[in-house]
């Protein structure tokens, strides 16, 4: 009766006769169903390929009862009639049915034939149907298989298959959509190190890298296309973050076309993700860049390198930087959104893309990248955020220099105002960013005017007082501009007093200063302040502060500026012999040690007579009982031997004998110098 009801032309009554034999199941057992199961399975098969879909819904809850009553070789039955008319091109309607009613074995029988490669366009539609009806009621089971599937549907590479996959798509949920994308980011994000690829062509298996990179393009083809028609918020997705940390780390394949394709990914990403869930993925980005540097082994990224490379990531970090309270109060009550916490990552930020991009690829993006970071730096921020920013604007000179030509106004401002921040590392990254800001063209009369107006009248403690004096010293010495003479005139006058200052750190910074601005002067003028000057007059007394400073100032300038010290020789080298035998403070000693060394290493910075009574004093200073005298002396020795080694021979016997007495009682410290300085001294015995 069951046959017979099936064949009618009526639907209602096609239907009924399934939920009929359903409950005629339920009610007998499986003894009593035993000798008609050859009936009533060929009954089954053919409900399930009923043109209607409501009938065949029905036939699917028959199976299930069928299934639960009579075993598993029900199931196991009807499977094989759906295979075999897959294998002849028809039958999806049955098997959507089945797979309705029966996700989990469904699947796992019919996955694996349909994505035997290449797919046929019946077989990729069978597939994308199949999946498509579990993933309504069987998510874990769709999850299983995802995949085979998509790898297959990549391989096979073709209109229809990557039609299939975007209906595949658009047919998930959301907890599905999230699992395409980490199903598609597993196959692009593995790239191959130089290593494998050297490998791959010894072993001849260049093909297969090919092979794998197609795969790839398409899985980064699919899922760029993805992100830009999805409706899901991306923000909010962990798994896009995860999407995202492999398209950064693809920037580092020396693989142009991935370079490229990745890159096209990343905008789209960007442009489709809400701008306040920015910021909560500077971190996944920041240590995809790290990665991606290991695996390109360079010090750039080949991806950020090409013309516009950079295009793609810039506005994830400049908007995080700059309307990061917007994205505190769009999150949850702000939690888990430091913003300062979040300006100082994007500022990083930007210097990781400055670090990692050639200077002609950056060219376009540096006034982009520096305008917003000039813009906030000078706001109430703490000091994190303001080193960071410092950081990225120093990396902005080294290698933008040109195109920041029209910032240096607010440059120096901003830099000067920053040498007098509370913070020292603050401070010392302005001091640098100065340093580099001379180098290319900053007003150095307005700039070293300034400076030394904050000196004068500085209420500063004295750490502020010593970075004003290390920057001025820094420009000094890194200028390619000459100051107007008056102003380089200023320079020793205004900050002699503070050559005798109670900080060591003051001290030697005002001499570092005095001894760069000798080179701005004119020889008249360097000749009458040497003449003149107190602190070169071996009859006036001076405290040791000052006589301390006094050598570092000579041991800068005989460093640094040797021509000019050697002009005046003669009186420096005579101060340094009066300060190696000072008495009363070690200190002054290890300044002149060090003065000493510094002046001995340079060839012709005095002549033979000077550098023999210079070096007397050094061998003297060996035996010094305090330890840091000793080592500076040391010290001296050894790098009189490796700068001048032609002059060193005549004294290498007693450098290495005066050296060698003093290791018998030689402390840690003194040993370590020691065994730097003897090497180079035993070759010229």
């Not at 516009?308 to 309307?323: D, I, Y």
């Not at 007495?661 to 030689?666: F, G, V």
Request: proline content about 5%; charged content about 20%; some cysteine.
């Amino acid at each position: 009766m069951f046959e017979e009801a099936l064949e009618k032309d009526d639907e209602n009554v096609r239907q009924g006769a399934c939920l009929g034999l359903s409950e005629v199941v339920r009610a007998s057992g499986k003894q009593n169903l035993g000798p008609y199961s050859d009936v009533v399975l060929p009954a089954v098969r053919k409900a399930l390929c009923d043109p209607s879909p409501r009938v065949r819904t029905v036939a699917g809850g028959l199976l299930t009862t069928l299934t639960e009553t009579m075993g598993q070789r029900v199931l196991d039955s009807v499977m094989a009639h759906v295979s075999k008319l897959l294998e002849e091109n028809t039958g999806i309607a049955a098997a959507v049915a089945v797979v309705e009613a029966q996700p989990y074995p469904t699947l796992r029988t019919l996955v694996p034939t349909l994505t035997k490669t290449p797919m046929s366009e019946f077989a990729t539609t069978a597939l994308v149907e199949l999946l498509a009806a579990a993933a309504n009621n069987a998510v874990p089971a769709v999850e299983q298989h995802m995949h085979t599937a998509i790898v297959a549907l990549l391989e096979t590479d073709t209109d229809c298959s990557r039609e299939a996959l975007q209906c595949l798509a658009v047919s998930f949920n959301r907890r599905l959509a999230a699992r395409y994308v980490a199903v598609l980011s597993s196959i692009f994000g593995s790239v191959a190190s130089e290593d494998e690829v050297e490998v791959e062509e010894e072993e001849g298996t260049a093909e297969g890298g090919e092979s794998n990179e197609k795969l790839k393009l398409a899985a980064l083809a699919t899922l760029t296309a993805f992100i830009g028609a999805t409706p899901v918020p991306l923000g909010e997705e962990e798994e896009m973050a995860d999407a995202l940390r492999e398209l950064v780390r693809l920037q580092g394949s020396h693989s142009r076309a991935l370079q490229e394709a990745s890159g096209a990914a990343i905008d789209k990403f960007v442009k489709s993700t809400k701008k306040e869930s920015f910021p909560r993925f500077l971190p996944v980005v920041r240590k995809a860049l790290v990665d991606a540097t290991e695996t390109a082994g360079t010090d750039t990224l080949p991806g950020l390198c090409r013309p516009m490379g950079l295009a793609p990531l810039l506005p994830l970090f400049l908007t995080s930087l700059m309307n990061v309270a917007t994205a505190a109060e769009a999150s949850a009550d702000g939690a888990g959104l430091d913003p300062n916490a979040t300006r100082e990552e994007a500022a990083s930020g930007l210097g990781d893309l400055v670090r990692l991009t050639a200077p002609e690829s950056l060219a376009p993006f540096v006034v982009a990248i520096a305008g917003p970071l000039i813009r906030i730096v000078g706001d109430r921020f703490p000091a994190g955020v303001k080193a960071a920013i410092l950081r990225t604007l120093t990396l902005l000179l080294e290698k933008g220099e040109a195109k920041l030509r029209q910032f240096v106004p607010q440059l120096q401002s901003t830099f000067v105002k920053s040498v007098r921040d509370s913070s020292f590392v603050v401070r010392s990254l302005a001091t640098v960013a100065l340093g580099k800001l001379v180098i290319l063209g900053s007003r150095i009369d307005s700039l070293l005017s300034e400076i030394l107006t904050g000196v004068a009248a500085s209420t500063d403690s004295a750490d502020v007082v010593g970075t004003l004096l290390t920057t001025l010293a820094t420009v000094l010495s890194n200028t390619t501009t000459a100051p107007d003479s008056k102003v380089a005139a200023r320079v020793g006058p205004a900050i002699a007093s503070l050559l005798g200052h109670s900080e060591q750190p003051v001290r030697f910074a005002a001499a570092e200063a005095f001894a760069h601005s000798l080179r701005f002067l004119s020889q008249d003028a360097v000749v009458a302040l040497v003449s003149s000057d107190p602190l070169f007059d071996r009859g006036t007394f001076l405290r040791w502060q000052q006589r301390q400073s006094r050598g570092h100032l000579i041991g800068t300038l005989s460093r640094s500026w040797p021509a000019l010290f050697t002009q005046h020789a003669e009186k420096f080298c005579a101060a340094i012999q009066d300060d190696l035998l000072c008495t009363d403070a070690g200190n002054v000693r290890i300044s002149a040690a060090w003065a000493a060394g510094r002046a001995l290493g340079e060839a012709d910075s005095c002549n033979a007579a000077i550098a023999g009574a210079l070096l007397r004093g050094i061998i003297t200073a060996v035996a010094d009982p305090s330890v840091d005298v000793a080592i500076a002396a040391i010290k001296a020795c050894g790098r009189f031997a490796r700068r001048c080694p032609t002059r060193a021979k005549p004294f290498a016997a007693d450098m290495e004998a005066a050296i060698s007495s003093r290791n018998k009682i030689a402390t840690p410290p003194i040993k370590a110098a020691i065994a730097t300085a003897i090497p180079r001294i035993q070759p010229l015995l």
